[in-house]
C-alpha cells in the first residue's frame, strides 16, 4: 500500500479540467500535475468512489478518463481536491485503494540530479560560482578575494563587475548554504517557469541596489547573495498573491519568516552580523518588480 503523506504546495495543478478528444473514442483529458503524489492521491480517491482514471507521464503527469459520461463527478470532486489536497479523505484512499501499481515507477536520483531537475542553468551558474569564490576565500584568504570583487572603493568606479561580484562573496559555511538553499529553492522554480531573463533581470537590480544601499551604510566590505534572495522572496510572494496562474508563489508564512529575519538583523538579536540594508532593499526591489509585472491583474 502507499503510505499517505502531506502534498507539498509546489505540487500544484498546472490546469484545470478541459475537454479533449482523441479521436472519435470518447476518451476526456481532465488535468495535469507537476508531480506525481497529487495524481496518485487523486486517482486512488476517484477509485474508491468506482471512478478509473488513467496516469500518463509527459511534461508531469495527466490525468485521462475513458467513460466521459462520469466526467461531472470528476470534476466536481477535482474542485474539492484542488481547495484541500491534504485532507484525511485521500490518504485514506490511498491506504485502501488495493494497488500499488500506477504504471508510473520512481526512480532513484542523486542529489545532483534533484538539483539540476529544479534549477535551470542561470541558478545553477550562479550556485557555483558562489561557491568557487567561497573555496577560494578559504585558500587564499578572504582579504585577497575580497580585493578583486567587493563593491568599489571611490577609486574602483570603473571595474564595473564589482558592482555585481560581491554578491558572490560568502563568510562562513552557514552563510553560504543558507543563501544557496533560498537561492536555488526560488531562483530555480521562477528560472523554470519564467525564463532565464527575467531571473537574470531580479539578479542585475538587486544586486546593484542593494550593495549601493548597504556601501552607504556600512563601507565597502560586505558581501553575500543576500540582497537577491530577499528580492525573490519579495517578488515570488506578491507575485502569486496577484498573479496566482504565474505558477510563481511563496507561503505566506515562508514571507512572515523573511520580515521576522529582517527584525532579528536590525535589532541585532543572537549576535549575528547582518546586511540589514542590502536586505531591506532586496525586499523592495522584489516587490517592486512584482507590482510592475501584475500592474494588469
Avoid at 498546472?14 to 479533449?20: G, Q, S, T
Avoid at 541596489?209 to 528580492?231: D, I, N, T
Avoid at 519579495?234 to 529582517?262: C, H, K, N, T
Amino acid at each position: 500500500m502507499r503510505l499517505p503523506c502531506n502534498l507539498p504546495d509546489e505540487a500544484a495543478i498546472l490546469a484545470h479540467p478541459i475537454r479533449l478528444k482523441k479521436g472519435s473514442r470518447s476518451i476526456m483529458r481532465i488535468t495535469h500535475f507537476t508531480h506525481l503524489r497529487p495524481a496518485q492521491a487523486f486517482v486512488d480517491y476517484m477509485s474508491t468512489r468506482g471512478i478509473r482514471l488513467r496516469i500518463e507521464r509527459d511534461n508531469g503527469y495527466t490525468l485521462w478518463l475513458d467513460d466521459e459520461s462520469q466526467s461531472g463527478v470528476v470534476e466536481n470532486e477535482l474542485d474539492r481536491f484542488i481547495r484541500d489536497p491534504n485532507h484525511a479523505r485521500y490518504q485514506a484512499a490511498s491506504w485502501h485503494s488495493g494497488t500499488t501499481h500506477s504504471g508510473i515507477h520512481y526512480q532513484h536520483t542523486s542529489l545532483l540530479a534533484n538539483l539540476r531537475e529544479r534549477a535551470g542553468p542561470l541558478t545553477l551558474s550562479v550556485i557555483a560560482a558562489c561557491v568557487l569564490v567561497f573555496i577560494l576565500m578559504q585558500v587564499v584568504g578572504d582579504q585577497a578575494v575580497m580585493s578583486l570583487l567587493s563593491w568599489p572603493d571611490e577609486t574602483q568606479h570603473y571595474q564595473l563587475w564589482r558592482w555585481f561580484s560581491h554578491a558572490l562573496l560568502h563568510f562562513s559555511l552557514l552563510h553560504i548554504l543558507f543563501n544557496l538553499m533560498w537561492f536555488w529553492y526560488l531562483g530555480g522554480a521562477l528560472e523554470k517557469r519564467l525564463g532565464s531573463g527575467k531571473l537574470f533581470v531580479i539578479m542585475l537590480i538587486s544586486a546593484l541596489l542593494s550593495g549601493w544601499m548597504q556601501a552607504k551604510f556600512s563601507g565597502v566590505l560586505f558581501g553575500g547573495l543576500s540582497g537577491v534572495v530577499y528580492a525573490l522572496m519579495a517578488y515570488s510572494w506578491l507575485r502569486g498573491e496577484r498573479d496566482p496562474d504565474s505558477g510563481i508563489f511563496l507561503q505566506r508564512g515562508l514571507m512572515a519568516f523573511a520580515v521576522l529575519w529582517l527584525l532579528v538583523g536590525y535589532f541585532g538579536w543572537f549576535g549575528l552580523s547582518i546586511a540589514n540594508a542590502a536586505h531591506v532593499t532586496g525586499l523592495l526591489v522584489g516587490l517592486a518588480m512584482a507590482f510592475v509585472d501584475t500592474r494588469r491583474r
